[in-house]
C-alpha cells in the first residue's frame, strides 16, 4: 500500500534530472484489497502511463498529504490560470490594453475589468503604468487575459500602483520564497526598515522605502539573497541594519 | 522577441535617483563596473567582462592583394555584430541604429587614429598584403557596450600573433606556428573609449552608464583616448548642447579612467604571456570558477560498495553467462553467437573446409565485412 509513497519518499530531498523514472511495483500479496491512492504530481513531474517521469531538474519536495512537485531554477515566466503578476502597460487599443507580462505574449486587460469601472467611468490607466492582476485565461494557444479585481469585483489589493518605487526581477524560485506564509526573508527585511512591497510570480518584483538610498539597499539585498543560505543571509541582514544610513 | 517596456514608475525612479547622485549598483558617478579580461587559447582571442556585459572579440589573418590606392599599407577590417543572445530587444540581421552608431565608433577610434602600423603588414608591395579582421560580438548586454568592445578590440589586437613569413624574389612562404614562432602586430598605442551619460539637458552625468540608466539618458559623449593624452576621437549623440566646460571636465575624468584601463590590459596580458611560457594552463576554461550556483548545490553523495560482490554473483547466476572458451591464441569467444537470420542464401553454398588449422594461426571469427580485421597484440605471447 505504501510503495507509491515509499518511491517518492526515500528520493524527496535529493536532486533529480529530467528523465528519472517513478516506477510503482503493486504488491504481490494476493490478498485482494489494493488501496487507490491518490497522488497529485505538481510542476516538473508528469505522469506517463504506469510510470511518473520528472521533466525538469530540481529537488523533490513533498507536502501533505500527497503532494509530489520539482524545485527547479527559472527566470523565464511561462503564464499560468490564477497566478497574480505585475505588469507593464505597452498599449491602448479601443476598449483594451495591452500588457506586458515577461511572457512570449502579451496578455490583454480590459477596461472593465476594474473595480467601479463602468462604460462611462473608465479607469485611469497610462501607458507605462503598473498594474498587478490575476490570470482568468493563460493556456498556451491563446494570449492570456489579465483581470484587475476577483469573482466578487472587489479589487482586493489589484490595479494600477506604484507611483514612485523601483521595479526590478528576480528569478522564479525567489518569488515563490517570498511568497512562502511564513517568509523567513522578508521577517528578516522587516527588521531592518519600513518598506513597501508588490510581488508578482512573474519574477517581478516593486519596492518602495521612505528615500531613494534605502530603497536600493532593499533592492539590492532581495537579489542577492537568492544565492545565499539563510545564515549568510541573516549576517548580512544584521550587518546591514546596525550600519544602516 | 520585444524588450521588456520600461515603466513610467521606473523611469521616474531613476531620474530621482541620478539627481541625488545615487545608482542602482552602489557605485559613485565616476566609477567603472569591474573589468575582467580573459584570453582563450587561440592568439587574438579575448572576453571582456564589464559588470555584466560581455564581450568577445576575435582577431584573424589573411593574405590578399593591397587596395590600388594603398599598394604598401596592409587592410584592416572591423565588424561588430549585436545577437540575440545578448538581449531580447536585438533582432537578427537587422540594421539597428545602435549596431551602425557601435560599427563606426570602433572603426572611428581604431582606424582613423593610426593605432597598428599598417606598413608593416606589406608583405610584397602591389600584390600581398596581409588583412587584419577585428570581429567582435556581443555576449550580454546590460549597458555600455561601446566601451567594452573597444577594450576587447584593443586588447585582442594586442595579444594577436601573425605568422612569419619569408621573401624569396616573388615566392612567399608562410610559416605554420610550429615552424617559426608568429610575431606580435606593431602597435603604436591603445585608444580606448569612455562614455558619459547625460541626464536631465545635460546637468547631471554619469560614467558607464548601465542598461537601465541608459534608458533614460538624454545624450551620450564617447571620448576615445590613450594614455599618452590623446584624445583620438570624441562623439556626441542625443542631440543635447553641452558647454566647453563640460566637455574638458569629461575629458579629464576620461584620461585618468584610460591610463587605470590601460595599466589593466596590460596587465593581462603579462600575465597571459608568463603562463604561456611557463606551460601552464591557459584559455578560457581556466580563467571560469567552478561551482557558482550555490543554491540548489549538494554534497557528494557516497555510493554503497559493500555488497556489490554479493549482488553481481546473485546476476551472474540469474542470467547463466558463461565463461569466456578460448578457442586460439589472441581468440576468446563468449557464448554462443546469434545465427544470422537474415536468410543470405547465396552464401551458404559449400564452402571448402579447410580441416588443417594451424594451432598457431589466429582465427578470425568476427562477422565484420571490412576487408581486413587486424587483430592487436599478434606477437604476443
Same mark, same amino acid.
Given at each position: 500500500m505504501?510503495?507509491i509513497?515509499?518511491c ?10 529530467p528523465?528519472?523514472v517513478?516506477s ?9 484489497s ?6 497529485i ?7 506517463n502511463g ?14 501533505q498529504?500527497?503532494?509530489?512537485w ?6 523565464r ?16 487599443s ?5 500588457v506586458d507580462?515577461?511572457g ?6 480590459s477596461?472593465?475589468?476594474f473595480?467601479?469601472a463602468?462604460?462611462?467611468n473608465?479607469?485611469?490607466v497610462q501607458?507605462?503604468?503598473l498594474v ?8 498556451k494557444d491563446?494570449e492570456p ?8 469585483g ?6 494600477v500602483f ?11 524560485g525567489?518569488v515563490r520564497?517570498l511568497?512562502?506564509p511564513?517568509?523567513?526573508?522578508i521577517k528578516?527585511l522587516?527588521?531592518i526598515?519600513p ?11 516593486w519596492v518602495?522605502?521612505?528615500?531613494v ?13 537568492e ?14 541594519a546596525e550600519g544602516?544610513? | 522577441?520585444?524588450?521588456t ?6 523611469r521616474?525612479?531613476?531620474l530621482?535617483?541620478v ?8 557605485r559613485?558617478t565616476?566609477?567603472?563596473r569591474?573589468i575582467?579580461i ?12 564589464l559588470?555584466? =556585459?560581455r564581450? #568577445? !572579440?576575435?582577431v $584573424?589573418c &589573411?593574405? @590578399?592583394?593591397?587596395k590600388?590606392?594603398?599598394?604598401t599599407?596592409?587592410?584592416m ?8 543572445m545578448a ?7 537587422r540594421q539597428?541604429?545602435?549596431l551602425?552608431?557601435?560599427?563606426r565608433?570602433l572603426e572611428r577610434c ?7 602600423? =599598417?606598413?608593416s #603588414? !606589406?608583405v610584397? $608591395?602591389? &600584390?600581398? @598584403? ?25 586588447s585582442?589586437?594586442s595579444?594577436?600573433?601573425?605568422p612569419d613569413?619569408?621573401i ?5 612562404t ?9 610575431i606580435p ?5 591603445m585608444?580606448?573609449?569612455v562614455?558619459?551619460a547625460?541626464f536631465l539637458q545635460?546637468s547631471?552625468?554619469l ?18 583616448m590613450n594614455?599618452?593624452?590623446e584624445?583620438?576621437?570624441?562623439q ?25 584601463i ?7 596580458l603579462?600575465n597571459?604571456r608568463?603562463i ?10 581556466e580563467?571560469m ?17 559493500t ?9 551472474n ?8 572458451v578460448?578457442?586460439?591464441?589472441g ?11 537474415w ?10 573446409q579447410t ?7 589466429v ?6 565485412e ?6 592487436l597484440n599478434?606477437?604476443?605471447?
Amino acid at each position: 500500500m505504501d510503495t507509491i509513497h515509499a518511491c517518492f519518499k526515500e528520493k524527496i530531498g535529493e536532486v533529480l534530472l529530467p528523465g528519472d523514472v517513478f516506477s510503482f511495483r503493486l504488491p504481490e500479496s494476493g490478498d485482494g484489497s489494493i488501496k487507490t491512492e491518490k497522488i497529485i504530481c505538481g510542476p516538473g513531474l508528469r505522469r506517463n502511463g504506469e510510470e511518473v517521469q520528472v521533466c525538469k531538474s530540481g529537488i523533490l519536495r513533498h507536502k501533505q498529504p500527497n503532494m509530489y512537485w520539482i524545485d527547479s531554477q527559472q527566470r523565464r515566466y511561462v503564464p499560468a490560470k490564477g497566478e497574480s503578476v505585475i505588469g507593464v502597460v505597452t498599449s491602448k487599443s479601443g476598449d483594451i490594453f495591452k500588457v506586458d507580462v515577461g511572457g512570449s505574449e502579451q496578455a490583454s486587460l480590459s477596461y472593465l475589468a476594474f473595480e467601479g469601472a463602468t462604460k462611462r467611468n473608465r479607469p485611469n490607466v497610462q501607458v507605462g503604468d503598473l498594474v498587478y492582476g490575476q490570470f482568468t485565461i493563460a493556456n498556451k494557444d491563446m494570449e492570456p487575459e489579465l483581470v484587475c479585481i476577483d469573482s466578487c469585483g472587489r479589487a482586493n489589493g489589484m490595479g494600477v500602483f506604484g507611483a514612485d518605487g523601483l521595479l526590478f526581477k528576480v528569478s522564479l524560485g525567489l518569488v515563490r520564497r517570498l511568497l512562502a506564509p511564513q517568509s523567513e526573508i522578508i521577517k528578516d527585511l522587516e527588521k531592518i526598515f519600513p518598506f513597501e512591497l508588490v510581488v508578482g510570480m512573474n519574477g517581478r518584483v516593486w519596492v518602495k522605502a521612505k528615500t531613494v538610498q534605502q530603497t536600493l539597499i532593499v533592492t539590492n539585498l532581495l537579489e542577492t539573497s537568492e544565492n545565499m543560505t539563510s545564515q549568510q543571509r541573516q549576517t548580512l541582514f544584521k550587518r546591514v541594519a546596525e550600519g544602516s544610513l | 522577441m520585444r524588450d521588456t517596456p520600461l515603466s513610467n514608475c521606473e523611469r521616474r525612479f531613476l531620474l530621482k535617483a541620478v539627481e541625488e547622485k545615487k545608482r542602482l549598483d552602489g557605485r559613485q558617478t565616476y566609477d567603472y563596473r569591474n573589468i575582467k579580461i580573459t584570453f582563450g587559447t587561440d592568439y587574438g582571442c579575448c572576453i571582456v567582462e564589464l559588470g555584466r =556585459t560581455r564581450v #568577445l !572579440c576575435q582577431v $584573424s589573418c &589573411e593574405l @590578399v592583394p593591397p587596395k590600388d590606392s594603398r599598394p604598401t599599407e596592409g587592410i584592416m577590417f572591423f565588424n561588430l555584430e549585436l545577437s540575440p543572445m545578448a538581449s531580447p530587444a536585438f533582432e537578427p540581421n537587422r540594421q539597428s541604429e545602435l549596431l551602425v552608431m557601435l560599427n563606426r565608433q570602433l572603426e572611428r577610434c581604431l582606424r582613423n587614429s593610426k593605432c597598428i602600423d =599598417t606598413e608593416s #603588414l !606589406c608583405v610584397v $608591395s602591389g &600584390e600581398k @598584403v596581409w588583412q587584419i579582421r577585428v570581429d567582435v560580438h556581443v555576449l550580454n548586454h546590460d549597458g555600455n557596450l561601446m566601451d567594452a568592445a573597444s577594450i576587447a578590440a584593443i586588447s585582442a589586437l594586442s595579444h594577436f600573433r601573425r605568422p612569419d613569413v619569408a621573401i624569396q624574389g616573388r615566392d612567399i612562404t608562410v610559416f605554420s606556428p610550429e615552424e617559426r614562432d608568429p610575431i606580435p602586430l606593431s602597435i603604436y598605442h591603445m585608444p580606448i573609449c569612455v562614455s558619459f551619460a547625460f541626464f536631465l539637458q545635460g546637468s547631471y552625468l554619469l560614467v558607464d552608464p548601465c542598461e537601465r540608466e541608459e534608458r533614460v539618458k538624454d545624450g551620450l559623449l564617447v571620448i576615445a583616448m590613450n594614455k599618452h593624452r590623446e584624445i583620438c576621437s570624441i562623439q556626441s549623440s542625443g542631440g543635447i548642447m553641452l558647454l566647453k566646460d563640460q566637455v574638458l571636465r569629461c575629458s579629464k575624468i576620461a584620461s585618468v579612467k584610460v591610463s587605470e584601463i590601460t595599466e589593466l590590459i596590460n596587465k593581462a596580458l603579462e600575465n597571459d604571456r608568463k603562463i604561456r611560457k611557463e606551460g601552464g594552463k591557459f584559455g578560457f576554461a581556466e580563467s571560469m570558477p567552478k561551482e557558482r550556483i550555490t543554491a540548489l548545490k549538494r554534497d557528494e553523495a557516497p555510493v554503497e560498495m559493500t555488497d556489490v560482490k554479493e549482488t553481481a554473483s546473485e546476476i551472474n547466476i540469474l542470467r547463466s553467462v558463461s565463461s569466456p572458451v578460448l578457442v586460439a591464441m589472441g581468440t576468446a569467444q563468449v557464448g554462443e553467437g546469434i545465427v544470422n537470420s537474415w536468410g543470405l542464401d547465396e552464401d551458404e553454398e559449400d564452402e571448402p573446409q579447410t580441416e588443417d588449422t594451424k594451432t598457431d594461426e589466429v582465427m578470425v571469427i568476427s562477422d565484420s565485412e571490412e576487408e581486413e580485421v587486424v587483430i592487436l597484440n599478434e606477437e604476443a605471447q
